[in-house]
């Protein structure tokens, strides 16, 4: 960069890359910025090919983890080492059975893969364990890309190593997504966004379980809840993702019958009454059965293990720290009765691979020395089928295992933040002092949390000042979240020099105060901060300025968000701006012609307005689809919007519907939505269910049911409620993703003295661990006073489930418990602790 200084307090023009733009009065010197800062040099250890296209592995490719795909070996990637019958000489894989999925119609993950060799992109299977998942990815990707480079990374940091290489026909293959995910320390939006820039050919490929994505992208359900989860959801909203169904499809298990001729592994697994197809090849059953029938040295074992696993140990887990962790989970006559080889048969019989498959406990290595496993990981199909079912805290002697043995920091803030969840408060205090010594600031902000919560103010007062002297870069954040919402304290750290203090005052701060620091330090190449300060010129009615700079952010093809065109084109409708508007019309942009035909129909051009909407819709832009068949309404265009209709544009056929219904022609309402509801669209669903909830039409609501459409599982269980036919009700209504509907249902089943059904159905939602599920079963526990239910929630980490005791404690009288649950938790065994 170059800069030129100028005295006095006028400026002609400064200059931004390119333009020129002056926002308000400047005082003072200005520093005019031209030119590029000079692009960073490719790292001489990156191999020419990682640009271009992939040839033979040099030892170069070697040392970054490259590979050609063609040359991948699916059982490193996370494809489960698949059963070998007894005395059967098969090969190393199964035959692999087409699935649903890879075609456009079940959510095509092989076209996804076309596309993405194209253009870049970001492809994610969802489903629970052995359910063929990372097996369906590795043939979709070894099919259509042999000849691209793939990336294992071991962590998140390898991925960002990438960023500005500029790699070109490169998979990063990210098997267990929750392993590279940990907030903003983790794999972020960011680092994806720059791997998917335009120019560059980059496929991110990736698995995850149900229950991560689900906790994930959940909303917080009000501004007072906590939003744990920001960094993962905006990762999670760049994928395209694809479901992988539990079980074989009729369609799926038609294959495997014709190819089980030639695969007797096929014959087998198509043979089990109790397992999915998949889950029978990666040996599941055996691994249940090993399980259940372990003595009760090996049962605690794996119990532990999976306990870690459970409360977030991703690392391997050392043997010593089993071997300590287990006494807690025997009896004291088996303790008493243990002979002196308990845990070395128990580790040969928990390691013992079942029919050649996998072992319910995996000896790993992490690649540092040779000879032997330096820890354990649990079968993931075990830990996903005894996870659901754990409501007990471990014992005392797992929590001091973990806090003397575990050799991973990341692990010890994971587990202490799972013994806080759960309320075990002096159990969390080590394992997060643990860390806070190895000086990770973020097991630093959260162990001075704790110590707040407990009224340890000098233990809080010790963690502050460890991060105010923290060399690390993340620590100056953590003092700001350690502030949390005292203004006076973040203030003070944003003199002090604190960015991050700074960037909080600019994105929660009083207006004028945010703009004033904007404008004080941003870079004049700093995109993102112009976009920031339009947004808050807008708060304060500065709409010119505002667009001034969108002008410009769009001139410079700048739209992080995806947001500019519509944020621009709505000033320019509530400005007035109808040439502006039109320009950017005819450039076919859908925003712009969304609002320049509201801003013509408010002055009264109708006409004008929709000429342009038809010239826009139909192309996948919902504001304008929908707004042309809201205006076709207003105006009467009847023959119009069923003309639309009838050529498959939903919007229209609703805006008909409700004029059709309202002529008492209901039948020919509903004609008009089954075709468009049965071809999937949501928008026509909802509004036939509630046509047909509204006509009594049960039984073909039911229909619609049994063919898996949601919105007529609510419509549905609405209309059994009010027969009084609660239990079908109950069945139909967890189908639905109505939270409308969960609050009627659980009101109308307490008041009819069926409070145990109303139970029932929450707990099941709240097995997905969404907040407002699990909120929801808290209230009604606390309601109904059930303390003893409450305290199973506590123990599985529902932290509402905490607040909801205390409060009904206070409401019993027993105002010192609730305070002390509130301060101390409870101990180990479940009793509420009483503080030193």
């Known amino acids: 960069m170059t800069g030129e200084s100028t005295g006095g307090n006028r400026v002609e023009g400064s200059v931004i890359g390119g333009d020129s733009l002056q926002i308000g009065r400047v005082d003072g010197d200005v520093t005019i910025l031209t030119g590029e800062a000079p692009r960073a040099a490719a790292p001489e250890a990156v191999p020419e090919g990682f640009w271009t296209a992939p040839g033979p592995a040099t030892p170069a490719h070697r040392r970054l983890g490259l590979l050609p795909v063609r040359e991948a070996d699916p059982i490193r990637l996370g494809v489960h080492r698949p059963i070998r019958p007894v005395g059967s000489q098969v090969p190393r894989m199964p035959a692999y059975v087409p699935r649903d999925l890879d075609e456009p119609a079940h959510g095509g993950l092989r076209p996804l893969v076309d596309a993405a060799a194209r253009t870049g992109g970001f492809v994610l299977l969802v489903g629970g364990s052995s359910v063929g998942k990372t097996r369906s990815l590795y043939e979709a990707v070894r099919d259509r890309l042999p000849d691209w480079w793939l990336l294992h990374p071991s962590g998140a940091r390898d991925i960002e190593q990438l960023v500005g290489l500029a790699p070109r026909r490169l998979v990063i293959w990210l098997d267990e997504l929750q392993n590279y995910l940990d907030g903003e320390h983790g794999l972020t939006a960011a680092t994806v966004r720059s791997l998917l820039a335009p120019g560059h050919q980059v496929l991110v490929v990736a698995t995850l379980w149900p229950h991560y994505y689900d906790a994930y992208t959940a909303q917080p359900r009000s501004a007072k809840d906590e939003d744990r989860h920001p960094f993962e959801r905006e990762l999670l909203k760049q994928a395209d993702t694809v479901r992988v169904a539990t079980g074989f499809s009729a369609a799926e298990r038609e294959r495997a019958e014709r190819m089980a001729e030639a695969d007797e592994r096929l014959r087998v697994a198509l043979a089990s009454k109790d397992f999915g197809l998949t889950q029978v090849i990666a040996g599941a059953p055996q691994l249940v059965h090993r399980w259940e029938s372990a003595d009760a040295y090996a049962r605690a074992v794996l119990t532990a293990a999976a306990d870690l696993t459970l409360l977030g140990a991703q690392s391997p887990i050392p043997g010593e720290l089993l071997r300590a962790a287990v006494p807690g989970y025997c009896t004291p006559e088996e303790r008493a009765g243990a002979p002196a080889d308990w845990f070395e048969a128990a580790l040969e019989y928990t390691t013992r691979p079942q029919l050649g498959a996998t072992s319910p406990l995996v000896p790993v290595n992490d690649g540092q020395t040779m000879g032997g496993p330096d820890g354990y990981r649990v079968a993931d199909y075990l830990v996903q089928h005894t996870g659901p079912r754990r409501r007990v805290v471990p014992p005392e002697t797992f929590w001091t295992a973990c806090a003397e043995r575990l050799t991973g920091t990341a692990d010890a803030i994971r587990i ?240 008909a519907v409700e004029l059709l219904r309202g002529r008492g022609e209901v039948e020919r309402a509903a004609a008009l939505l089954r075709p468009l509801a049965d071809a999937g669209d949501a928008y026509a669903s909802s509004t036939l269910a509630k046509l047909l909830g509204k006509d009594r039409s049960a039984d073909e609501l039911r229909a619609r049911v049994a063919a898996g459409d949601e919105w007529a599982a609510e419509a549905l269980a609405k209309l059994l409620l009010r027969g009084g036919e609660l239990e079908e009700a109950v069945r139909v209504a967890k189908l639905s993703i109505s939270s409308l509907l969960a609050d009627d249902l659980v009101q109308e089943l307490v008041e009819r003295g069926r409070a145990e059904l109303a139970v029932a159905f929450l707990e099941e939602k709240a097995a997905s661990g969404e907040g407002f599920w699990t909120g929801r079963l808290a209230k009604l526990l606390k309601a109904q006073g059930r303390a003893d239910e409450l305290r199973i929630r506590i123990d599985m980490g529902d932290t509402g489930a905490a607040e909801a005791l205390a409060a009904l404690l206070e409401e019993q009288g027993r105002e010192q418990e609730a305070r002390s649950l509130r301060t101390y938790g409870m101990t180990v065994d479940g009793r509420i602790a009483r503080g030193r």
Do not use: C
């Open 416 to 655: 202490g933040a799972s013994a806080v969840a759960r309320q075990r408060f002096a159990a969390a205090v080590p394992l997060l002092r643990r860390a806070a010594r190895a000086g990770e600031p973020s097991a630093i902000h959260q162990l001075a949390e704790l110590y707040r919560t407990m009224g340890d103010t000098e233990g809080a007062e010790e963690m502050a000042a460890l991060l105010a002297a923290s060399p690390d870069s993340s620590a100056p954040l953590y003092q700001v979240l350690l502030a949390g919402w005292d203004f006076e304290e973040i203030f003070d750290l944003a003199l002090a020099g604190n960015e991050y203090a700074i960037d909080h005052l600019i994105e929660y701060g009083d207006e004028e105060l945010a703009i004033d620091l904007l404008r004080a330090r941003m870079e004049p190449d700093d995109l993102g901060s112009w976009y920031r300060l339009a947004t808050l010129l807008h708060e304060v009615g500065e709409d010119e300025q505002a667009i001034a700079i969108l002008e410009m952010l769009l001139a410079r093809e700048y739209d992080a968000d995806g947001d500019l065109l519509m944020f621009l084109t709505e000033l320019l409708q509530h400005g007035g701006h109808v040439e502006r508007l039109y320009e950017l019309t005819e450039e076919g942009y859908f925003f712009a012609a969304h609002y320049l035909a509201v801003l013509l129909n408010e002055r009264g051009k109708g006409p004008q307005a929709l000429d342009i909407l038809r010239e826009f819709a139909g192309q996948g832009h919902m504001d304008v689809d929908d707004l042309l068949a809201e205006l076709l309404a207003e105006h009467g265009r009847v023959d119009e919007l069923l003309d639309r209709a009838a050529d498959g544009d939903p919007r229209s056929a609703v805006k």
